[in-house]
């Protein structure tokens, strides 16, 4: 099984920019897609952006794309966020998932068995 944890989230003014990290352990998740996703006050869960393993495809939800920037490090377990442009609509927790089994074409409406904590992201006006 594997352990998800996302860190790097925080309070930003409007027009900044953080860098979000997943750091997968355990069964390690170089071997499938993985995803951004957030959820907001009062809001569903929304996926964020999607990466294979490879690294060779990506996709953005229409509201971050050119803000934002999936990547991953599969030598070190690790995906990231970086979220530049920040608006406070972009205010959430994020988490990140990928399972074996959901492919890249499957993970943003996928239903995942569990969740991690997240990290808060927080951008002021």
């Known amino acids: 099984q594997v352990q998800l944890v996302e860190s790097g989230g925080g309070l930003v003014q409007a027009g900044g920019s953080l860098r979000l990290s997943c750091a997968a352990s355990g069964r390690t998740g170089s071997n499938y897609a993985m995803g951004w996703f957030r959820q907001a006050p009062g809001k569903e869960r929304e996926f964020v952006a999607a990466?294979?393993?490879?690294?060779?495809?990506?996709y953005y939800e229409p509201s971050v794309k050119g803000r934002f920037t999936i990547s991953r490090d599969n030598a070190k377990n690790t995906a990231y966020l970086q979220m530049n442009n920040l608006k406070p609509e972009d205010t959430a927790v994020y988490y990140c998932?990928?399972?074996?089994?959901?492919?890249?074409?499957?993970?943003?409406?996928?239903?995942?068995?569990?969740w991690g904590q997240g990290t808060q992201v927080t951008v002021s006006s």
């Open positions: 990466i294979d393993r490879s690294g060779g495809s990506i």
């Open positions: 998932n990928g399972e074996p089994g959901i492919s890249f074409w499957d993970i943003f409406s996928a239903d995942f068995a569990s």
